[in-house]
């Protein structure tokens, strides 16, 4: 059975930083386009970025030069480094795994950026 659990976020102020961790099991992660997503209250579910099992990444115009995807292949971990903050990043980001025919996601983890 595939499992996603997320962790990581937290309260922080304008201009911090955050690490978000996503631990995969159920033998999915060394296949899968590992992602994350994130939801603001009244707002759909939109793309953070992605990071395929090469190493490609991808990011949201609102995430490029302050977010770091990366995966560890060993540990079955897919990381988000988020710096510079700001207040609309406040959302519950999810961990989401992809391959062909099949998907899978987080429970999420909350991130509210406040002063």
């Known amino acids: 059975q595939v499992q996603l659990v997320e962790s990581g976020g937290g309260l922080v102020q304008p201009g911090g930083s955050l690490r978000l961790s996503c631990a995969a099991s159920?033998?999915?992660?060394?296949?899968?386009?590992m992602g994350w997503y994130r939801q603001a209250p009244g707002a759909q579910r939109e793309l953070v970025a992605t990071?395929?099992?090469?190493?490609?990444?991808n990011y949201a115009d609102s995430a490029k030069g302050r977010f770091t995807i990366s995966r560890d292949n060993a540990k079955d971990t897919v990381y988000l480094q988020m710096n510079s903050l700001k207040p609309e990043d406040t959302a519950v980001y999810y961990c989401?795994?992809?391959?062909?025919?099949?998907?899978?996601w987080g429970q999420g983890t909350q991130v509210t950026v406040s002063s």
């Open positions: 989401n795994a992809w391959r062909v025919g099949y998907t899978a």
């Open positions: 159920g033998n999915i992660f060394s296949t899968s386009v």
């Open positions: 990071i395929t099992t090469r190493g490609m990444t």
